[in-house]
């Protein structure tokens, strides 16, 4: 079976995308800060009859991080890493002049640093996974055959996916990804690349995360390393960021899931997504 690990996995997103491998078949090494939602979690995602490692502890601390990919190397390796454990920098959110220079470090430590400090413990089990490479004969490269994908349909393949977008236009879309191995999901946000009153220190963090990413993909060519804009949800981490705003109406995380499944489902090419109409679309193009 195919092995994860999840930061951040006791709820929100995390766990929502824990659910969704866990009913695939996916073996599952999750963490959390807080004990008692992550073991609670684990017992559900259990009971799809997968293996689950669940481990209490903070990405900030490299031991922790240690710990995780050893518990992912006991389950058999590991074909998936997603960075989705995150820190605010301050709550409620607050203008950059008054933000604590403490919290931004915070907000730097647990979205940037950590998330390099993982995936550099995960590197060597990632490049050893085979799951993606069996997608090869599903979605071939093809040299001149263009094709698009319409959100309604089938998968269809484009081998210049980034030809419209300058943020990723220095990734490879060469025939080196033939026999990728594993994959780098790293949790962005919208607040990465918009200005948005007192999301400064956050946005900030996330801005960093995304160049980290792009130039992981750029050092990693066999991994596929996907950063991924979820879009607004309903979580505990925006309820403490806005505190005073309304946010029944925001979709829930299990909403996301799909397009984050999407990536996987077609191997997609490393680069920016953002979610929208469950799948994933790559950043500077609109869904069709």
Request: charged share 20%; glycine share 10%.
């Amino acid at each position: 079976m195919p092995v994860a690990i999840i930061t951040g996995a006791s709820k929100g997103l995390g766990r929502a995308l824990a659910g969704a491998l866990a009913r695939r078949g996916w073996d599952l090494v999750v963490d959390a800060r807080s004990a008692g939602p992550l073991e609670e979690a684990a017992r559900e995602l259990r009971g799809a009859g997968t293996r689950v490692v669940a481990l209490p502890g903070d990405v900030a601390d490299g031991g922790h991080r240690a710990a995780l990919v050893a518990a992912a190397r006991e389950l058999g390796g590991l074909d998936l890493l997603v960075n989705n454990a995150s820190a605010l920098g301050a709550e409620p959110l607050v203008s950059l002049a008054d933000q604590p220079l403490e919290g931004l470090r915070t907000a730097l430590e647990v979205n940037v640093v950590a998330s390099l400090g993982l995936t550099q413990d995960a590197l060597p089990l990632l490049r050893t996974s085979s799951y993606l490479s069996s997608y090869e004969e599903v979605i071939p490269y093809i040299e001149k055959t263009p094709y698009r994908e319409e959100i309604d349909t089938s998968a269809a393949y484009d081998p210049y996916p980034y030809s419209e977008n300058s943020q990723n236009g220095n990734l490879s879309d060469s025939p080196t990804y033939v026999g990728a191995s594993g994959a780098v999901l790293n949790i962005s946000s919208d607040a990465a690349v918009e200005a948005y009153a007192t999301w400064g220190g956050y946005g900030a963090a996330k801005a960093a995360l995304d160049q980290q990413s792009a130039v992981l993909a750029v050092e990693e060519p066999g991994l596929r390393v996907w950063w991924v804009d979820p879009g607004d949800m309903r979580t505990d981490l925006y309820a403490a960021a806005v505190p005073d705003d309304d946010d029944s109406g925001r979709p829930l995380p299990e909403t996301v899931v799909p397009a984050l499944l999407w990536l996987l489902d077609r191997a997609a090419r490393s680069g920016r997504y953002t979610a929208a109409a469950g799948r994933a679309v790559p950043a500077g193009r609109s869904p069709r």
